[in-house]
């Protein structure tokens, strides 16, 4: 599965980008799709997550502030970033899966499992 993403770029702290995903292709498979992102030196770190129902989940450290959306095409995705920090700095990575669950405030399996990835696109947010 090829997973394209587009979006993303440079934004002052408390601006907005978007960030988007697809795979096309897939028109009769539906995939739980997701972002993890990965900053310099640290580890990977899950942001949010879909599942085919479009249950969502989000890390702490960007609830209420992101926004994870299935788009009008099937096995599209987008995450609106709002009031972006400098933390927010970092390689976003699109993640998708045929089966996952979302309940019990945890994405099942780990997103940072899934098996499908994109080439990633990087979000800098300056102060």
């Known amino acids: 599965v090829h997973l394209v993403e587009s979006g993303g770029g440079s934004a002052q702290a408390g601006g907005s980008l978007r960030v988007s995903c697809a795979a096309p292709?897939?028109?009769?498979?539906?995939?739980?799709m997701g972002w993890f992102r990965q900053a310099p030196g640290e580890e990977r770190e899950e942001v949010a997550g879909i599942d085919t129902d479009g249950k969502t989940k989000y890390a702490d450290s960007v609830k209420g502030r992101f926004t994870i959306s299935k788009g009008s095409a099937e096995n599209t995705v987008h995450l609106q970033m709002n009031s972006l920090k400098p933390e927010d700095t970092a390689m976003y990575y699109c993640a998708a899966d045929r089966v996952c669950l979302i309940a019990d405030g945890r994405i099942h399996p780990n997103l940072l499992d899934w098996n499908y990835r994109g080439q990633g696109t990087q979000v800098t947010v300056s102060s």
């Open positions: 292709g897939f028109t009769y498979t539906k995939f739980c």
